[in-house]
Every structure is written in C-alpha cells, then in structure tokens.
C-alpha cells in the first residue's frame, strides 16, 4: 500500500446518500402502442441502487470504490459528479472536478478530435485558450496524431477511452473521479494510465477510482470501499477491502462450482472426504497467499490395496493445471492397507497461487505394471485464495528485486553535475 502524504483534510465527504430507481414492469416502445392503449396503466417496482452510503476522502488520497456488477458503484460515482442527484442525503466536494465517468460521454461523434478536446476542456474548467493550448499534449498522449482529422463516430472504443482519458488528466483538476479507465485499452495504455496514477498521486491529487482490479487497488489505493447491493460492507485498508471482495465474488455456493463432478477408478478404493486446511489445521472458505497450506483425503479401502498414494491436481476456473502434489514424492512405498481401513492422506506446500478459485483433482492411484487408478474425483470441491496483490500470473512466486546504479554510470552523473 502506498504512502498517504496528504494533508488529512476532508474534500469529499458523503452522508447517509440513498438513490433508488422506478423500474416499469411493462414498458411501451413505440408511438402506435400508446395509441392503441391510452389509457394502459404500467406498474413499477423500486431499484434501491445506494442506501444510507457514507464516507469520506482525504485531500491527496488515492480512494478506491469496488464491488460487483449492479453494487452501486458506479451510481455511487455519478452522484459524486452530479450526473445524478441524490434522494436523501448529503455530497460535499471541495475544488475543481474532473469527471471520467462513461466512454464517450460529452463528445460530438460528428466532430474531429480537435473540436472534441477543446469543448471537453471548457467543459471541465479550462478557458478556451487553456483547451487549445493543450491540444497537442492531448493527442499525443493519447497515441491519435495520425487519426486527430477523424471523425469521433469512426474512432475505435480503444481510440476513444485514450482520447477521453487524455482530456480529463490535462485538466488542472484538484478531484479526478475515474470510472474503469483500465477496462478498455491494450496493454501499453494501461501502463500509461499506471504511470499517470503514480503522478498524480505523488502530486497530491484526489482521486477517487472504480474498478474490478484488486491489484489496482492494492497498488494505488490508501483507502477503498466495498459496495454489495448498495451498501457499504467493507471499508479500510485496501488489502482487507480486496480479501472481502474476493469472498463475495468467489466464496459462494454456486451449481458452477461443482459443474463437472465425475469419479473413476477401479473401485479399490474410495475417496470419502477431501478438504484444505492450514498448518495449524484450521479449516476456511478463503486462504492466503504466502501461508503454508496441507491438501487432505480420508480413503476408505474397498479391497486390499499396497503402495497406494494420493496426488492432487489443482486447477483454476479455466480448468487449466496450475499446481501438482504427490504424497509419492516422499512416501513411494507406503505399505499395505487392508480391506475396510482407512487412512488420512496430505500433501503439505506454500500457496504461490494467485487469487482466485481453484477446484482440486483428487485422486489414489498405486504403481504395479502401470499408473493404476484406484480412485478419482474432480471438481468435488472448490478453495479460494486472496492475496496482496495479483501480478498476473497464474502463480505468485515470491521474489526478491535489487537495483545497482553501475560504476561508469556514476562516474558520468559526477562529471555531468
């Protein structure tokens, strides 16, 4: 988590904020259903998008809001901007805004980029001097010299979110509200968006930030909120704002999450329970990543088996393979059960695995002339991992990074200074 080097001093303050939608139950569309029913009624039903919504925003903190689809937050953020007004409640805002709310929103698409840019600055606070002198800084940033002649209806929504995006960083804004900037855009611009983040906050900038990303949150964020259903359930550091994120989206019991069961095996052996635990045994819906964690089996014995071992498989939602265990590592010869016993098999290692859910592949397999399987289930059961930070990868190995500025380098910054 980043360093909070602002003043402490309130700019964005929300008190008890509630927004609800009439949503119609039967709609008419067109002019000739109003005609031939004048006189239908259409009931409706309330949406409760936000209830009793407080928080506030320190000068200089980078403030993230998440929470999964129809939460609120973004209904949340168009309030901030005064796209919507609230129903009950109180927003206060200290300084110039700058909105970066929807793709598109206020530009001309019968325009070229340059009439664009220049109404969107004015628009956001600049003087018509202050837009045009900025121009240029805009499309470069943006990467669309070769396209700033064309008409915005011809513009990619790649090419569109740079361009907007580019617009609302030149604004000399004291709150910047960003609404899935990194949604949209190849890899390049997000860096740049990154990049442009780490700027502004080092400037002392407020920004308040929707996203899905939780490695975004972690990464930038001081402080973040979480929104399930339009209410405030998590808010604090971004890590524990991150973890409970992760819980809701994936510690549900859901028919997905155990779409696939399938056994096989020779019936020698079955698999009556499997779970996952700590080092210290303790059994949860969600683990960390870094913690030492010991995948377990209780196997009932059919039929006489010898040298039998366990191996789990753990696969992530795309069913790719991400990590292998095998009590055969250390235990190739692990003597003859009989009929009727059973035995409690584990396999012990660090979680390098990224968040997420992951479904276990279990199986109980001997060795004799071939791989013999005695026993296998999939997808019986499912484990979730949260972490500080996701880099990308289907692992997070921990790594450790140094920088060395090289003898000649130094040698020229003395000579140059």
Request: with cysteine; aromatic share 8%.
């Amino acid at each position: 988590m980043p360093d909070y080097k602002g003043s402490g001093r309130p700019v964005i303050r929300v008190a008890d904020v509630a927004k609800a939608f009439r949503i119609p139950e039967e709609q008419m569309h067109t002019l000739k259903e109003r005609v031939l029913h004048p006189l239908r009624r259409t009931g409706h039903h309330t949406f409760k998008a936000l209830e009793d919504v407080s928080f506030e925003v320190r000068e200089g903190e980078f403030f993230g809001i998440v929470g999964r689809n129809g939460s609120g937050k973004s209904t949340l953020l168009k309030c901030l901007a005064g796209i919507y007004s609230a129903d009950r409640g109180n927003i206060w805002i200290r300084g110039r805004m700058s909105p970066f709310i929807e793709l598109g929103v206020g530009f001309n698409p019968d325009l070229a980029a340059r009439d664009n840019v220049i109404l969107n600055g004015i628009m956001l606070g600049l003087s018509p001097r202050e837009a045009r002198a900025r121009y240029d800084h805009v499309i470069e940033f943006a990467e669309l010299e070769e396209f700033q002649e064309l008409k915005l209806k011809n513009y990619s929504s790649g090419m569109h979110v740079r361009l907007a995006f580019s617009v609302a960083i030149q604004v000399d804004a004291d709150v910047l509200l960003i609404d899935e900037v990194l949604a949209v855009g190849d890899a390049s611009f997000q860096q740049k968006c990154f990049d442009v983040f780490n700027r502004l906050r080092d400037a002392g900038t407020t920004i308040v930030l929707v996203t899905h990303d939780m490695g975004a949150v972690n990464r930038f964020c001081h402080r973040a909120v979480l929104l399930e259903r339009g209410e405030i359930v998590a808010q604090g550091e971004p890590e524990h704002v991150a973890n409970h994120y992760l819980e809701l989206n994936f510690n549900r019991d859901t028919p997905e999450a155990t779409a696939g069961v399938d056994r096989m095996g020779n019936g020698t052996a079955r698999i009556v329970d499997a779970w996952c635990e700590t080092d210290d045994g303790a059994q949860s819906p969600m683990y960390l990543q870094g913690q030492t964690l010991r995948f377990c089996a209780r196997v009932e014995f059919v039929a006489e088996s010898e040298d039998p071992g366990l191996t789990v498989e753990i696969e992530n939602e795309d069913q790719v393979k991400v990590l292998v265990a095998s009590t055969a590592i250390e235990h190739e010869r692990s003597g003859r059960f009989a009929a009727g016993e059973e035995a409690v098999f584990s396999v012990e290692f660090t979680n390098v695995l990224a968040p997420g859910r992951y479904f276990p592949v279990v199986t109980v397999s001997r060795l004799g002339r071939g791989l013999e399987i005695l026993d296998r289930s999939t997808r019986e059961t499912s484990m979730v991992v949260a972490g500080s930070a996701a880099r990308g990868g289907l692992v997070d190995i921990p790594v450790r990074a140094s920088i060395e500025r090289s003898p000649s380098s130094e040698r020229r910054h003395a000579e140059v200074g």
